[in-house]
C-alpha cells in the first residue's frame, strides 16, 4: 500500500514537473528582423535568369507551446528585380532590331507570406530553434511595360536563436532559405521555370506578449 502511494506521488510530481516546463517554456511574440536576400542564377529554356539581391523586412507572429508544438504566421518585403537573356543559343529572335534580344531588367518587389513550423528548446535566456514552412511568394513589377505579376508557392527552412536580454524584449538572429520557382515577369523571354533558392540571414528583436 505505502509502495503505491509512492509511485502515485512520483507519478504526480513528475506530471507537475513537465507541466511546469512546458508552460515555462511558452512564450507568444511580435517581432520585426532586417535581412539581406541573395539568390542564384538559373539556367533553362534557352534563358538565364539572374535575380539581384537586395535588403529586406520580415514580420513574424510566433507562439510556442512547448519544445515540439510551436507555429508563427510571417510577412516579409524585399526588391526582388530579375535579369532575363540569352543562354545556349536558344533565344528568341526580336522583329526590330532583328537579333537576339539584349537583356532585359525587370525591377520587382517581392511579397511573402509563410505558415512555419517552429521546433525550439529553451536554455536559460536563450532558445534555439528550427524552421520549416510553406507559403505564397508574389512577385510584382514595379515598373515597365510587357511584364506581368506572378505568384509561386515557397517552401522555407531554417534555424536561428533567440537571445531574452529583458524580461518581455529580446535580440533575434536567423538563417531562413527560400525554395521556389525563377517567375516569369516579362512577356518578351519566358522564364527559366528552375527551382532557385534564396539565402536570408537576418537579425532583428522581438517582444513577448
Known amino acids: 500500500?505505502?509502495?503505491?502511494?509512492?509511485?502515485?506521488?512520483?507519478?504526480?510530481?513528475?506530471?507537475?514537473?513537465v507541466?511546469?516546463?512546458?508552460?515555462a517554456s511558452a512564450q507568444t511574440?511580435?517581432?520585426a528582423s532586417i535581412y539581406g536576400a541573395f539568390s542564384g542564377t538559373t539556367t533553362g529554356n534557352g534563358v538565364q535568369q539572374s535575380p539581384s539581391n537586395s535588403a529586406g523586412a520580415l514580420f513574424e507572429l510566433r507562439h510556442i507551446a512547448n519544445p515540439i508544438l510551436g507555429f508563427e504566421a510571417t510577412y516579409s518585403w524585399n526588391r526582388n528585380g530579375q535579369t532575363y537573356q540569352?543562354?545556349?543559343g536558344g533565344c528568341?529572335?526580336?522583329?526590330?532590331?532583328?537579333?537576339?534580344l539584349p537583356p532585359v531588367?525587370?525591377?520587382?518587389?517581392?511579397?511573402?507570406?509563410?505558415?512555419?513550423?517552429?521546433?525550439?528548446v529553451h536554455i536559460a535566456n536563450f532558445r534555439p530553434f528550427g524552421v520549416l514552412g510553406i507559403g505564397a511568394l508574389l512577385n510584382q513589377?514595379?515598373?515597365g511595360t510587357d511584364t506581368q505579376s506572378q505568384t509561386k508557392a515557397v517552401?522555407?527552412?531554417?534555424?536561428?536563436?533567440?537571445?531574452?536580454?529583458?524580461?518581455?524584449?529580446?535580440?533575434?538572429?536567423?538563417?531562413?532559405?527560400?525554395?521556389?520557382?525563377?517567375?516569369?515577369?516579362?512577356?518578351?523571354?519566358?522564364?527559366?521555370?528552375?527551382?532557385?533558392?534564396?539565402?536570408?540571414?537576418?537579425?532583428?528583436v522581438y517582444f513577448r506578449l
Not at 19 to 23: E, H, L, N, R, S
Not at 92 to 100: C, H, N, Q, R
Open 1 to 17: 500500500m505505502l509502495r503505491a502511494k509512492r509511485t502515485s506521488s512520483t507519478f504526480a510530481f513528475a506530471l507537475i514537473a
Open 19 to 23: 507541466f511546469g516546463c512546458a508552460a
Open 29 to 31: 511574440d511580435v517581432a
Open 86 to 88: 540569352c543562354a545556349n
Open 92 to 100: 528568341p529572335v526580336s522583329v526590330v532590331p532583328s537579333g537576339p
Open 105 to 120: 531588367q525587370v525591377p520587382a518587389n517581392a511579397h511573402e507570406i509563410t505558415a512555419d513550423w517552429i521546433p525550439s
Open 141 to 143: 513589377p514595379s515598373s
Open 155 to 204: 517552401y522555407v527552412y531554417g534555424a536561428g536563436l533567440d537571445w531574452g536580454l529583458l524580461p518581455h524584449i529580446g535580440l533575434r538572429v536567423q538563417y531562413r532559405g527560400n525554395l521556389y520557382r525563377a517567375p516569369d515577369l516579362t512577356s518578351l523571354y519566358s522564364s527559366t521555370n528552375k527551382f532557385t533558392q534564396t539565402a536570408e540571414p537576418m537579425v532583428g
